[in-house]
């Protein structure tokens, strides 16, 4: 009896030790892997974020410049004095909006005008760049199957010997501050990311 008494007490002995080593291992494991879980999540709010804004600034631009496209172009001749009903529209429609849903426009004001473009700036209280507006109604691109998507800077593309459409192009550049660099670099990766979303959208004018 006593012996299997002994018995009894070193196999508990030796289970509770093995039980302390499972714990130890799983506190090892949990704080090797949390780094790397961490950066899965903050990596999935990010891109989702960063998805959110561009989608948000498609749907703005592509407002913007229906808009535009759909004013009288008879206010468009030169020298301009003022600046076109038309632009103001489309400018109007992409600052309402960014108000509209609690994003900053940074005070986003008339910056340059150059020919039928007009650049808008806004660089008050923005977390971290600038925003830009720019406004192109003597856009134009070639008629050509394919097509081709308008640049961030609304630069015509050369039509060459094509037909070219005349149109209105509408850009927008918004800053985005990214967490999963800082999270990533502090594992000794590098991450070059984007400091701004942009999208751009073009519209035939209709006058």
Do not use: H
């Amino acid at each position: 009896m006593i012996g299997r008494a002994r018995l009894r007490n070193w196999l508990g002995t030796r289970a509770g030790s093995l039980s302390r080593d499972d714990r130890g291992a799983q506190i090892l494991e949990f704080a090797l892997s949390l780094p790397l879980l961490v950066l899965f999540v903050v990596g999935i709010f990010d891109f989702s974020g960063a998805y959110t804004l561009k989608q948000k600034l498609t749907n703005v631009v592509r407002d913007a410049a229906r808009d535009a496209a759909a004013d009288p172009a008879n206010d468009l001749k030169s020298p301009q004095t003022a600046v076109p009903i038309s632009v103001n529209d489309a400018f109007q429609v992409v600052d309402n909006y960014l108000i509209a849903n609690q994003m900053n426009d940074c005070g986003l004001a008339l910056s340059s005008s150059s020919g039928l473009t007009w650049t808008y700036v806004g660089n008050t209280g923005c977390p971290s760049g600038n925003v830009t507006l720019i406004i192109d109604r003597g856009y134009y691109f070639p008629l050509v199957a394919s097509g081709q998507p308008a640049s961030i800077t609304c630069t015509p593309v050369p039509a060459g010997a094509q037909v070219a459409v005349v149109s209105t192009c509408v850009s927008l550049q918004y800053p985005y501050q990214w967490r999963f660099g800082r999270v990533a670099s502090l594992l000794g990766s590098a991450s070059s990311l984007p400091t701004e979303i942009s999208a751009a959208a073009v519209q035939m004018n209709e006058n």
